[in-house]
C-alpha cells in the first residue's frame, strides 16, 4: 500500500509545481503506519 501513497503524492507535488491549488482530503482514513517523511507530511496537509 506504501507504494500508492507515494505515486499520489508525487503527482500532487507535479501538479503544485505547475501552479495549482490543491486541497486535500481523506475519505477513508487508513489504519496502515506510515513511514515514509514525506507521506507523513501529506497526511498533515489534509483539510
Same mark, same amino acid.
Given at each position: 500500500? #506504501?507504494?500508492?501513497? =507515494?505515486?499520489? +503524492? +508525487?503527482?500532487?507535488? #507535479?501538479?503544485?509545481? &505547475?501552479? &495549482?491549488?490543491? #486541497? +486535500?482530503? =481523506?475519505? +477513508?482514513?487508513? *489504519? $496502515?503506519?506510515?513511514? $515514509?517523511?514525506? $507521506?507523513i #507530511?501529506?497526511?498533515?496537509k *489534509?483539510?
Amino acid at each position: 500500500m #506504501q507504494e500508492i501513497y =507515494s505515486f499520489i +503524492r +508525487r503527482e500532487i507535488q #507535479q501538479l503544485e509545481i &505547475l501552479g &495549482l491549488k490543491i #486541497q +486535500r482530503y =481523506s475519505i +477513508r482514513y487508513t *489504519q $496502515d503506519e506510515l513511514v $515514509d517523511i514525506k $507521506d507523513i #507530511q501529506e497526511l498533515e496537509k *489534509q483539510i
